[in-house]
């Protein structure tokens, strides 16, 4: 079946733009995470959801970051004011429950902001 | 959640067994053990987990010390394709309340060579 898709794949951005990264996670999946990769690092969490529970947001780096996901389906991570630190590949995740042990990952977006 | 400790690097000739080891000295009773791995350009890859018995799946095997404090991914018969980044990630059994945010270390490159 498709896995956890994310678009755009690759996005090029002027510092102080605001950019808006979309994931489409598996269905049926209840829990859906974003993460942030920087260049030679590991994974970063940044938010989780899980069905209409509140989301846990300990990782959002600072107020410029958000997120927002509609139901059980896609979700949106938004950038306002770009910095050039936060170029970095952002990458989905999702699992059938929160509970569960395996999360699928998505291909990421190629975040550069010039 | 435990942090983990890995090697940097690792090299292994096509054919033999690569064995990858984490050190996990912090490690509670009731955390597990998970390993990712993420090929170049591509997201992370569920792997196998344990708790403390050893596992085996259709992808590698798991062993994990009596103490629980280290523990080696075995890939039986390493290929090309297995060349990759190996993360060992020490977290908490997921309830409903806790999420599953995966806490990913810089991780061993496995490079398997011809």
């Known amino acids: 079946g498709a896995g956890v898709s994310q678009s755009p794949s690759n996005k090029v951005t002027e510092k102080g733009k605001d950019v808006e990264l979309r994931c489409d996670p598996i269905s049926g999946h209840t829990a859906l995470y974003w993460y942030r990769q920087r260049l030679g690092q590991g994974l970063e969490f940044l938010i989780y959801f899980q069905g209409n529970s509140a989301p846990d947001k300990s990782g959002l780096p600072s107020d410029r970051f958000s997120a927002e996901r509609t139901g059980e389906s896609v979700s949106t991570l938004t950038i306002q004011r770009t910095q050039q630190e936060d170029s970095a590949v952002y990458l989905c995740?999702?699992?059938?429950?929160?509970?569960?042990?395996?999360?699928?990952f998505g291909p990421g977006t190629r975040l550069l902001v010039l | 959640d435990a942090k983990t400790t890995q090697p940097t690097s690792m090299d292994c000739a096509e054919g033999r067994a690569a064995n990858l080891p984490c050190n996990h000295s912090t490690i509670s009773g009731n955390e597990y053990v998970y390993w990712y791995r993420q090929i170049h350009s591509q997201g992370p890859q569920y792997i196998i987990h344990g708790l403390k018995n050893n596992e085996t799946n259709e992808m590698a095997s798991l062993i994990i010390t009596e103490d629980r404090k280290s523990s080696t991914l075995i890939l039986p018969h390493a290929t090309l394709r297995d060349t990759a980044v190996y993360y060992c990630i020490v977290r908490v059994a997921q309830s409903y309340n806790q999420g599953g945010k995966l806490i990913f270390g810089q991780g061993t490159e496995l490079s398997v060579k011809p």
């Open positions: 995740a999702s699992s059938p429950r929160p509970y569960q042990e395996t999360q699928y």
